[in-house]
């Protein structure tokens, strides 16, 4: 399968994006689906997880009650809602699949995309 990230951006603290990853080749409901992210010099971090059943998600305490995790199935898209930004969320963004329960270490999903840069102002 393969994952395009899309949606990253310039916002001032406080505003939103909404990140987006399409899959091709197969479907999101054969896989679980994670969002990761890497700020210069810092390891790739968890943000957010959802099931392959697509009814559980699990969100890093970081982003927790910001962040909001959603799949369409017709369009084969995950979605990243991202409220009340933060200077720290500032990352370079990246969608994930693989498996099938919410995996929170990156060498659990087997499919990787792009990445897109998201980056918040003070």
């Known amino acids: 399968v393969q994952l395009q990230a899309s949606g990253g951006g310039l916002v001032q603290a406080g505003g939103s994006l909404r990140l987006s990853c399409a899959a091709s080749g197969r479907t999101f409901s054969n896989y679980a689906v994670g969002w990761f992210r890497q700020a210069p010099g810092k390891e790739r971090e968890f943000v957010a997880a959802m099931a392959r059943s697509g009814l559980n998600t699990r969100y890093a305490d970081s982003v927790k009650g910001r962040f909001t995790f959603s799949r369409d199935n017709a369009k084969n898209t995950v979605y990243l809602q991202m409220n009340s930004l933060k200077p720290e969320d500032t990352a370079v963004y990246y969608c994930?699949?693989?498996?099938?329960?919410?995996?929170?270490?990156?060498?659990?999903?087997?499919?990787w995309g792009q990445g897109t840069q998201v980056t918040v102002s003070s």
């Open positions: 994930a699949a693989g498996g099938e329960y919410l995996y929170t270490i990156p060498p659990n999903y087997e499919y």
